[in-house]
């Protein structure tokens, strides 16, 4: 099992495992005292992975009811996030008690959020079943849901306790979640190179898929650890986002966040190029490995589009210029205020 510990505030291990599943409930007593457990997940995880997962807490000696919410992004809204909040309520949680979050970032997301704001926050596990989940949404503490006016709106910070999963849970993607979640991975292989590169232009496999997603979580872990409010530098992460969020909502959430952010991400890409900024060589390499895995980086909207759209929603709220991540090069990236007309012309006429 590799184990990566988060030196957060509120300091955790992330533990990546082949045909773990059945010691969850184990390593969560090793964290945790015995209490009352929510799982909340999702109605396709819950045929897949739900059993297993309330057979090994209820043999640790947890005392444990489950909540299945709809899956999908269109889900991950205040409605659902206050279904979640009412279950642990009529479960009687109290503060001593945990909440389990199984499944992909929607269900982290929402499951964390309820976790965050429950009698003003009580302790969660996250257990990412998807690839996306398991290199990002799952570290970090971002909990959140969206609103019509944008993705991740209402939310809080909150660290998980434990961050567990099983890579064998991957096997029973489709391969339109495996494109999400390596969409997230090319955005660690743009900001740091190193191994994440290597792993992805070799290939993802079963055998390597272990080594992938932790060489993935070091990077998240490094940025997180430096500024875990999200108040300089892990702005980085956001690589690719601020133009991914602005496509999810102009497709009012259809198109999903990994394949949006593929798309965001391609357009700075192929900015930062035109700019002399980037090499050929090197938005050749990130081009290649978005064909590579099949990733759709069309834009189906006009840069005047999206820049249009991401004006108004800023300049809503009071601002007239965003952070941007710039791509330098493979490995060295950026984070610049960036005006809205400055960010137009860098991005028009792609
Ligand atoms: N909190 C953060 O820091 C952070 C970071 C990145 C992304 N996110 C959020 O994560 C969300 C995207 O996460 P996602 O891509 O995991 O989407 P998702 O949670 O919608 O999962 C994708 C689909 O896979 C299904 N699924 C989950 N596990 C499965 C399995 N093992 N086998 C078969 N099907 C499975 C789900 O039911 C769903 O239909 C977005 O809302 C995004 O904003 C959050």
Redesign the pocket.
């Known amino acids: 099992m590799i184990k990566i510990e988060i030196k957060t505030e509120k300091p955790y291990e992330v533990l990546i495992g082949k045909a773990i599943l059945s010691g969850l409930g184990g390593h969560i007593l090793s964290a945790h005292k015995a209490c009352k457990v929510a799982v909340v997940t999702?109605?396709?995880?819950d045929a897949?992975?739900l059993g297993q997962t309330e057979a090994s807490l209820d043999d640790a000696g947890f005392a444990v009811n489950s909540f299945v919410i709809e899956?999908?992004?269109r889900k991950?809204t205040p409605a659902v996030y206050l279904s979640v909040i009412d279950f642990l309520a009529s479960s009687k949680l109290n503060r001593e008690d945990m909440v389990v979050a199984l499944?992909?970032?929607?269900?982290?997301?929402i499951a964390?959020f309820a976790a965050a704001t429950y009698m003003r926050g009580i302790d969660f596990v996250q257990v990412?079943?998807?690839?996306?989940?398991a290199i990002?949404?799952?570290?970090?503490?971002?909990?959140?849901v969206?609103l019509a006016e944008g993705?991740?709106l209402l939310g809080a910070f909150h660290q998980p306790r434990l961050v567990f999963y099983d890579t064998d849970?991957?096997?029973?993607?489709?391969p339109d979640?495996i494109k999400?979640?390596v969409s997230?991975g090319i955005k660690y292989a743009v900001l740091r190179g190193g191994k994440v590169l290597e792993h992805l232009t070799a290939g993802i496999s079963d055998e390597n898929i272990a080594d992938f997603v932790a060489e993935c979580v070091k990077i998240k872990r490094d940025i997180v650890e430096a500024d875990e409010k999200e108040r300089g530098n892990r702005r980085l992460?956001n690589l690719g986002h601020t133009l991914g969020?602005v496509i999810?909502k102009l497709s009012s959430f259809g198109t999903?966040?990994?394949q949006a952010v593929a798309k965001g991400l391609s357009i700075v890409a192929r900015a930062s190029n035109r700019a002399g900024i980037l090499s050929d060589g090197e938005l050749n390499i990130i081009l290649d490995l978005f064909a590579q895995y099949g990733l759709d980086i069309s834009l189906g909207y006009s840069p005047h589009e999206l820049i249009s759209h991401l004006s108004l929603d800023k300049k809503a709220s009071g601002d007239d210029a965003v952070n941007f991540v710039d791509i330098i090069g493979i490995g060295n990236c950026v984070v610049k205020k960036t005006a809205f007309l400055d960010l137009k012309k860098y991005i028009e006429n792609l």
Do not use: Q, R
Request: hydrophobic share 25%; glycine share 22%.
């Open positions: 999702d109605n396709i995880v897949l992975y899956s999908g992004e991950k499944g992909g970032g929607v269900v982290g997301d964390g990412p079943t998807t690839l996306l989940s990002d949404a799952s570290v970090g503490g971002k909990t959140g969206d993705k991740n849970t991957f096997k029973t993607l489709s979640d999400n979640g997230e992460l969020h999810e999903p966040h990994g």
